[in-house]
């Protein structure tokens, strides 16, 4: 036996390793059962632990949901007939509807609405919004939280476990228009514009959908920027803003809101003051040569980046934060960020700066983006039309993940970064808040996110009063994978080993940090 595994083995443990073979080899050599059983025992420990905290708020569990409105008939969704799930996903509602009630309303909104699963309250509504902006929320759906994920590098669709169905139910709408399949003409140049457009289009959905009124709204979103776009992707605050400055525009009841890996403040804060000090974080990811490293070192000196947080960054915070140099973006000669992009694809063609971790190949990616590279089925899923007539969407729109025109007319989207505006207000309105961070995102770094929340008022304070504790984050079946800190109504985490996209990299803990945002469970 030892024998035979030996000879399969040692051609892929290369010389040093056959030079070296000696007795204590043997504990090396692992096969593909053992190797199998070792992951799913570790799968299980995670699952064992899925009962949710007691004393918390507890879901009534599901009984099917009707909906008495016949037009609901017009968007049913068979879950015998997704194209490529080869399972019964139940039933779900889908298609297109106006962003207000004029009958010659040109602008429709796309959506896909998934009732809770059996484990699922029917108290609740989550709304689920990807960034951009453009980016459509029907990636969401298929790789992050949605109840059948299709992720890169999969062959077939498989069940999400982790699916926020199994919380409740969940609205995944592409917007704004200009978005994924939606209709018509973009015609927004700010935030408050894009959140009136929602809210219209959110009062022709409970028109036909009317079971859903009154219940708790949650929304969700995480919020991708785009170069070029600076200020995109902070839809959610300005919708909860509006929602909370328009308490009769829906008959819902906005409890609380989730972003994750957002962009609240301004680009240098992002993702220029924390570069360099994220390589040093990751320097064995990265692999740059020591040249190339003290150059960054240089530049992070002569920028203003080096140093900042053990300076600035304090708790309580000692006044308001200052820019590092003149610009919100990067001084001249100071975008370290670009500078480190290049550099890591130099040695690393695959790298991702949505996950870091990634190396060659780059993974299969169904959607086309942000895997892909030339790894992309054609036409995308979203694209056939197979797919497209299961699900009510227009066939002469051809979809892609993120629209190429700005949705945003007239130069684009004129509103300030949230922080400066709007969330602190909805922080205050809120039950709970969450903010969410993947540590291994590299396009919207997690201590420029700690440096925003250190410069930003709410509820009466300045910033977090007390440090963030390091190993904070206790995910159920796993131990510390972050940190978690909650002041006056706002919880942030820090997610560790995930990249930009949390449910996606990292589903246990996104679950963990729903359940915490919905109430069912008492501690983050
Ligand atoms: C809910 O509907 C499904 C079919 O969509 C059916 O199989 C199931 O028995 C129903 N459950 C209840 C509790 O009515
Ligand atoms: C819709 O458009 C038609 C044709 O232009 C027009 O006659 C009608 O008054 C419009 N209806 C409304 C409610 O604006
Ligand atoms: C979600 O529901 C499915 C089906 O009931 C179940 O197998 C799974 O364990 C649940 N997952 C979580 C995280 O509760
Ligand atoms: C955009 O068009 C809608 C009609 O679809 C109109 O009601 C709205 O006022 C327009 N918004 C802006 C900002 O021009
Ligand atoms: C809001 O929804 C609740 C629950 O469905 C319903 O009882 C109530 O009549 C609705 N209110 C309005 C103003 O439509
Ligand atoms: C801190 O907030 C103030 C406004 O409240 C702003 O002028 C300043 O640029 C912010 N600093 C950083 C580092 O974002
Ligand atoms: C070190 O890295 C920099 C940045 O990628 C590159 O320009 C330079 O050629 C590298 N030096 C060596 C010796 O590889
Ligand atoms: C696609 O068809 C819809 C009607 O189903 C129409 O309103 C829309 O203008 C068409 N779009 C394109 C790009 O042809």
Redesign the pocket.
């Known amino acids: 036996m030892f024998g035979a595994l030996k000879r399969t083995l040692l051609p892929l443990l290369g010389a040093a390793a056959v030079l070296g073979l000696s007795a204590s080899v043997d504990a090396k050599l692992i096969n593909k059962a053992d190797l199998h059983a070792k992951q799913a025992e570790a799968a299980a420990r995670i699952r064992a632990n899925l009962p949710r905290a007691t004393g918390a708020r507890v879901s009534t569990g599901v009984?099917?949901i009707t909906f008495t409105n016949p037009r609901a008939s017009e968007f049913y969704v068979d879950g015998t007939t997704i194209p490529e799930v080869d399972w019964d996903v139940?039933?779900s509602w889908s298609g297109l509807l106006p962003i207000s009630s004029d009958p010659n309303e040109t602008r429709q909104l796309f959506f896909w609405f998934f009732p809770p699963g059996p484990q699922g309250s029917l108290d609740d509504l989550i709304f689920w919004t990807n960034g951009g902006p453009g980016c459509s929320s029907l990636e969401g759906l298929l790789q992050e939280n949605g109840p059948f994920q299709w992720s890169y590098g999969q062959a077939h669709p498989t069940q999400n476990e982790f699916s926020w169905t199994n919380l409740s139910s969940i609205l995944f709408v592409e917007q704004p228009v200009g978005t994924g399949f939606s209709l018509g003409k973009p015609n927004i140049t700010n935030e408050d514009e894009l959140a009136a457009q929602l809210v219209g289009f959110m009062q022709q959905f409970l028109d036909v959908f009317q079971e859903l009124q009154g219940k708790k709204l949650y929304l969700t979103g995480e919020s991708i920027a785009h170069e070029g776009a600076q200020y995109a992707g902070m839809y959610v605050p300005y919708i909860a803003n509006y929602i909370y400055e328009h308490p009769q525009a829906l008959n819902l009841s906005l409890t609380g809101f989730w972003v994750s890996d957002p962009v609240l403040g301004w680009d240098v804060v992002q993702e220029q003051i924390p570069a360099v000090d994220f390589v040093h974080k990751y320097e064995n990811v990265f692999s740059f040569n020591e040249t190339f490293m003290a150059h960054l070192d240089s530049v992070a000196e002569r920028c203003g980046y080096a140093g900042y947080v053990e300076k600035h960054v304090t708790f309580p915070p000692k006044g308001l934060l200052p820019l590092p140099g003149k610009s919100v973006e990067a001084d001249p000669g100071c975008d370290v960020w670009d500078e480190i992009f290049e550099a890591a694809l130099a040695v690393n063609p695959a790298f991702n700066i949505y996950r870091i971790f990634d190396t060659w190949p780059i993974l299969w990616d169904v959607l086309g983006f942000p895997g892909s590279f030339f790894q992309t089925q054609s036409p995308i899923y979203f694209d056939r039309e197979d797919v497209k007539r299961a699900i009510h969407a227009p066939v002469n729109v051809t979809w892609s993940e993120c629209s190429n025109i700005n949705v945003f007319t007239r130069g684009g989207d004129r509103s300030l970064p949230p922080a400066f505006t709007v969330l602190p207000n909805v922080i205050e309105k809120s039950e709970r808040a969450v903010i969410v961070h993947g540590l291994a995102d590299f396009i919207l770094i997690a201590e420029g996110a700690r440096i925003v929340i250190q410069n930003m008022t709410w509820n009466g304070q300045q910033g977090f009063q007390t440090p963030i504790e390091e190993d904070s984050f206790i995910v159920d079946g796993m131990g510390a994978l972050g940190t978690t800190h909650t002041e006056r109504g706002l919880t942030y985490f820090e997610v560790a080993l995930s990249g930009h996209m949390v449910p996606q990299f990292s589903p246990r803990a996104a679950f963990q940090i729903m359940e915490y945002l919905m109430g069912f469970r008492e501690t983050p």
């Open positions: 009984k099917n139940g039933p």
